[in-house]
């Protein structure tokens, strides 16, 4: 049986991010793929950045006309 298991490399350890399904001894291979980039903390934007852009209609809540046969 075959099952892949993401981890990541660090220091001369492999850590594994989830439980190997196996509970004896088994073989394993590691293939070692692209570097990891350092998680990046994104700012979080300041509310009401888009305050005054988004409009409604004055006639948004009226009755639709093709709607009607189904009121």
Request: aromatic content about 6%; proline content about 4%.
């Amino acid at each position: 049986m075959l099952t892949t298991i993401e981890g990541v490399y660090e220091n001369g350890q492999v850590i594994l991010t989830e439980n190997a399904p196996l509970r004896k001894k088994t073989k394993v291979l590691i293939t070692f793929m692209d570097e990891v980039e350092p998680n990046v903390i994104l700012e979080k934007r300041p509310l009401g950045t888009m305050k005054g852009t988004i409009t409604m209609s004055e006639d948004f809540n009226n009755s639709l006309d093709d709607l009607k046969d189904y009121m």
